[in-house]
């Protein structure tokens, strides 16, 4: 009876409010309605075209300096990005209120949540290979299989073969760090970055890397004293090749990416670790055949097999054996789209992935080393119906050796009301699976066995999720806003989740609210943008109601931002503010209080004809002391500087 509460409560509120969506700060409103089907797999713009999406392309991560993914969705209003540092510190994503692993990141069709840890790390991806990222906001597993539950995030890199070479070089400065630490704050971090593509023959060649080293000793306040974070230098290494060109009326893609990091890991304020090292690696390549010329160009096809490996080692001097965990991966996906009328497409596609772990962790597990093998199938058809309704069902049944997964479902409406005003709507049912380190971590270490280890009794969730929205737009002014909501049976609440508890559980239910709004108005050189995010999710656990008022911790109800950027020719500058409210940190609601924040940043860029390109921020203006992920301090005044040359 709570789901049909929690979607009449959504549909009163709906009926206030008005039917209103949202997409990233910073980024282009997509018009889904005007986008035609391309051969790409995956995009959500294509495949799930009623849900709110962002985009961010290869020309805005210029502007922004962007080193890595997670810097580039920085500006995007709905996403939170979880941060453990600077640098080259874990970056994992949550959209509306999700959690990490509730969000599917995707790059070049390959998944890079994988089923030991979920999450997957943005940082691990250099600004300098991508061609564009799209975010898709709401429950997807219709479409895209498990764990996309807050949304999907896919990341195209470059491919084309156009003749072109990029050089990058990039210092990061703590000047507030440096009255403590000298001139080596000054110079704490460096990276240097190449992209390039071009042709030989019919193959079109493209390739990107990057190199990066820093200190990260920045300055962090404790109990009134400012002290150096400490043991949180790091190096790494990142790059991918694409190689592609015309077979059989298609394209053959051969892809291949990967990164290595050797990192110090400081931990949490109350509990360092100044000798522990950290070096994780990994490595995906995929091949594929794509074509949009099959049946007379009625139908779109792409296939793609693909595999990887990844390693993450944990090494600290304190105990007697280290730690190692090894995944290895492989599947296939197929998708095709077919064109059966004018008004009718029918999307449909399968895919087979298959996981194994080896891991020290899981050494004392009695059925040995955990494997998962995954099967899904999918229909999409889309029906339009005249020039302004366009309705989307989506129906996907997958099977998992590890427990029963069923039938998700997802139904999107786009409705063009005039030539300035979009109407969408769009929800269905998600899920996501519980990984190997909920399942299966030891169960007992050193005694500690009634707090520590996983659950092997965990469910997956299940969540039902709709949103309604409006986009419209009037001269330079752009309006989008939103109201959606998650209902969530079965939440798997992450090992912090409860004082001195590392054991994760289930908790019944869980319903969250979401309300957004975003506006953008282009007047001569200035681009204005500001949005707002209320967020107030519900723990409906232990035959709570809504009315219990029982809030979830660690998400704050209030976020909000705005920037201010300007272009005078060859001249380029910028303002922005974040904003995020107090998050409560402990499982009952009455402890700790992780304070919230008001962050702003500065930007500016000249370009020297069209060769050369300088770029210049200052992160954290006011210096704000502030941590994203508990104990866990971010950097005060930042300065980074990048200098870019285009031969």
């Known amino acids: 009876m709570r789901e049909f509460a929690c979607v009449a409560a ?35 713009i294509s495949l799930a075209p009623a849900g709110s999406v962002s985009v961010v392309t290869a020309d805005d991560i210029e502007k922004s300096g962007a080193a ?47 089923s030991r840890e979920g999450g997957a790390d943005l940082a691990r991806i250099p600004a300098g290979s991508i061609e564009k990222i ?4 709401g429950g997807a597993s219709a479409v895209y299989g498990a764990d996309a539950v807050g949304g999907v995030i896919l990341v195209t890199t470059k491919k084309s073969g156009a003749s072109r070479l990029s050089l990058s070089v990039e210092n990061t400065a703590y000047p507030t ?34 190199a990066e080293r820093a200190s990260n000793a920045y300055s962090y306040d404790s109990g009134g004293s400012s002290n150096i974070r400490d043991n949180a230098d790091f190096w790494n290494g990142a790059g991918n090749l694409s190689v592609g060109f015309p077979l059989a009326e298609g394209r053959l893609s051969v892809l291949a990416f990967g990164s290595y990091q050797d990192a110090g890991v400081p931990g949490q304020l109350g509990s360092l670790s100044p000798q522990a090292e950290q070096n994780d690696s990994s490595l995906h390549g995929s091949l594929g055949w794509s074509s949009d010329a099959l049946a ?14 990844s390693r993450l080692e944990l090494i600290d001097p304190s105990y007697s054996e280290n730690d190692r965990h090894d995944m290895t991966n492989g599947g296939f996906d197929i998708r095709a789209l ?33 494997t998962r093998l995954s099967l899904g199938a999918y229909l999409e058809p889309e ?56 399942l299966y971590w030891p169960s007992s270490i050193d005694g500690w066995g009634d707090i520590f280890g996983g659950n092997p009794d965990l469910k997956p969730e299940a969540a039902w999720s709709g949103e309604l929205g409006v986009d419209a737009r009037l001269g330079g002014l752009s309006l989008s806003a939103s109201i959606s909501a998650r209902y969530i049976d079965d939440l798997i609440v992450d090992p912090y989740a409860a004082s001195y508890n590392y054991i994760p559980y289930n908790i019944d239910a869980a319903f969250i609210p979401d309300a957004s709004i975003e506006a953008s108005y282009k007047l001569g050189p200035a681009t204005l943008k500001a949005n707002y995010e209320f967020l107030y999710p519900l723990d409906l656990s232990g035959g709570k109601a809504i009315a219990d008022n029982s809030l979830l911790k660690n998400l704050s109800m209030h976020k909000a931002g705005g920037s201010a950027d300007f272009a005078f020719g060859a001249a380029e500058a910028g303002v ?18 992780l304070k919230g924040a008001l962050v702003l940043d500065l930007t500016a860029a000249y370009r020297l004809q069209k060769h050369l390109r300088f770029n210049v921020a200052v992160e954290n203006l006011l210096d704000s002391g502030y941590q994203v992920n508990y104990d866990y301090p971010m950097p005060g005044l930042t300065l980074k500087a990048v200098v870019r040359l285009d031969l």
């Open 10 to 44: 959504l549909v009163l509120a709906v009926l206030g409010l008005g039917a209103q969506e949202s997409s990233g700060a910073g980024t282009p409103v997509v018009d889904i309605g005007q986008v035609d089907v391309s051969a790409e797999a995956y995009s959500p």
């Open 68 to 114: 890595n993914a997670a810097d580039a969705l920085a500006t995007v209003p709905d996403l939170w990005l979880n941060r453990s540092g600077s640098g080259g510190a874990i970056a994992t994503a949550s959209i509306g209120g999700s959690t990490s692993n509730q969000v599917l990141v995707i790059v070049d069709g390959v998944r890079l949540n994988d």
């Open 134 to 137: 799209e975010v898709l906001r």
């Open 177 to 210: 760090a440096a009255l403590q630490n000298g001139a080596k704050s000054f110079i704490d971090g460096q990276s240097l970055g190449i992209d390039g593509g071009t042709r030989v023959g019919l193959a079109d060649l493209a390739f990107s890397a990057q």
């Open 296 to 309: 007379g160009g009625a139908l779109v096809l792409d296939a793609q097999a693909h595999g990887g490996f």
């Open 338 to 370: 077919d064109s059966l009328t004018s008004a009718i497409d029918l999307g449909f596609g399968a895919s087979i992935l298959y996981e194994a772990a080896n891991s020290t962790s899981f050494a004392t597990n009695p059925d040995g080393q955990p």
């Open 383 to 438: 029906l339009r119906l005249g020039d302004r309704l366009k309705i989307k069902p989506a129906l996907r049944y997958d099977w998992n050796g590890n427990f029963v997964a069923g039938l998700s479902a997802m139904l999107g409406a786009v409705w063009k009301a005039s030539e300035a005003v979009d109407l969408r709507l769009s929800g269905g049912r998600s899920y996501r699976s519980p990984t190997f380190d909920e």
């Open 576 to 593: 922005s503010a974040s904003y995020w409210s107090d998050r409560n940190t402990s499982a009952d609601g009455s402890g700790t209080t």
